[in-house]
C-alpha cells in the first residue's frame, strides 16, 4: 500500500497574530502502485486538458476553477482518503513547545486513527523540515503503530510536491477540508466527499 501525507495551516498559537485556529493534516492511501500510477497518469492528461503542463496542484496558489476541475476529476480515481482536523484552540500550547513537537504529535494522532485504512504501507511526506527531524518522525510512528506484530508501516520517505502529483492530491484534498473548517466554504469539500472515508478531530 502506498500513502501520501500533506498538511495546511500553520503550527502557532497566535490567534491574535493571525495563527490559524485549525491545521489539517490529509492521507491518501493507495491500494497498490497500479492504483497510485493511475491515478498520477490521470492528473497528467488533466494537466494537458488545462493547458498548463507544468502546473503544480496547490490549492492555496490555484485558480477556482482549477481547483474544481481537479477536485471533480479527482472523485472517480481509485484512492481513500483520511483526514485529521485540529482545533488548535482546544490544545496547551506548552505541550507543544516547537513546529517539531507540534508536528510529531499530529501525525501521530491521524496516523493512529487512520491506521484502519493501511498494513505494510509506504508513506510519502511532502520534503520539509530536514533529514534529522524526518527520522525522528518516521521512528515516533514506527514505535505509535506497529503494535502487536503488526507491521502497517513499512517505510517513510519524503518527496518534493513539485515532483510529485500524488502529494498535490493530498495537498487538494487537505486545502478543501481546511477551507470548509476555517471559513465554511464546503464547496470542496463535497466535491471530493466521495473519496473521504472519514474526517476525525482532535482533541475530541
Same mark, same amino acid.
Request: charge should be positive; aromatic fraction near 12%.
Given at each position: *500500500?502506498? /500513502?501520501?501525507?500533506?498538511?495546511?495551516?500553520?503550527? @502557532?498559537?497566535?490567534? #491574535?497574530d493571525n495563527? $490559524?485556529?485549525?491545521? /489539517?493534516? #490529509?492521507?491518501v492511501v493507495f491500494a497498490g502502485q497500479e492504483q497510485a500510477d493511475s491515478t498520477s497518469q490521470q492528473i497528467d492528461a488533466l494537466r494537458h486538458e488545462l493547458r498548463t503542463p507544468n502546473i503544480e496542484f496547490h490549492f #492555496?496558489?490555484?485558480k477556482r476553477s482549477t481547483?474544481?476541475?481537479?477536485?471533480?476529476? *479527482?472523485?472517480? #480515481?481509485?484512492f481513500t482518503a483520511f483526514a485529521l482536523v485540529v482545533d488548535k484552540q482546544k490544545l496547551s500550547p506548552a505541550n507543544l513547545p516547537d513546529r517539531a513537537a507540534f508536528y510529531q504529535a499530529v501525525c @501521530?494522532?491521524?496516523? %493512529?486513527?487512520?491506521?484502519?485504512?493501511?498494513?505494510?504501507a509506504d508513506i510519502y511526506f511532502?520534503?520539509? @523540515?530536514? %533529514?534529522?527531524?524526518?527520522?525522528?518522525?518516521?521512528?515516533?510512528?514506527?514505535?505509535k503503530i506497529n503494535r502487536s506484530g503488526e507491521e502497517r508501516i513499512r517505510k517513510v520517505k519524503t518527496l518534493k510536491s513539485a515532483g510529485s502529483s500524488l502529494i498535490q492530491l493530498a495537498d *487538494?484534498?487537505? @486545502?478543501? /477540508?481546511?477551507?470548509?473548517?476555517? $471559513?465554511?466554504?464546503?464547496?470542496y469539500r463535497d466535491i471530493i466527499q466521495p473519496r473521504l472515508d472519514a474526517m476525525a478531530e482532535w482533541p475530541e
Open positions: *500500500m502506498l /500513502v501520501y501525507v500533506d498538511e495546511t495551516g500553520d503550527t @502557532g498559537f497566535k490567534f #491574535a495563527s $490559524s485556529r485549525y491545521f /489539517v493534516i #490529509a492521507l #492555496a496558489k490555484n481547483r474544481q476541475a481537479f477536485l471533480t476529476r *479527482m472523485r472517480q #480515481a481509485e @501521530g494522532v491521524a496516523f %493512529e486513527k487512520a491506521s484502519y485504512l493501511f498494513r505494510e511532502d520534503e520539509g @523540515g530536514g %533529514e534529522k527531524f524526518q527520522k525522528k518522525l518516521d521512528s515516533h510512528l514506527r514505535r *487538494m484534498v487537505c @486545502g478543501a /477540508v481546511f477551507r470548509a473548517v476555517e $471559513s465554511g466554504e464546503s464547496q
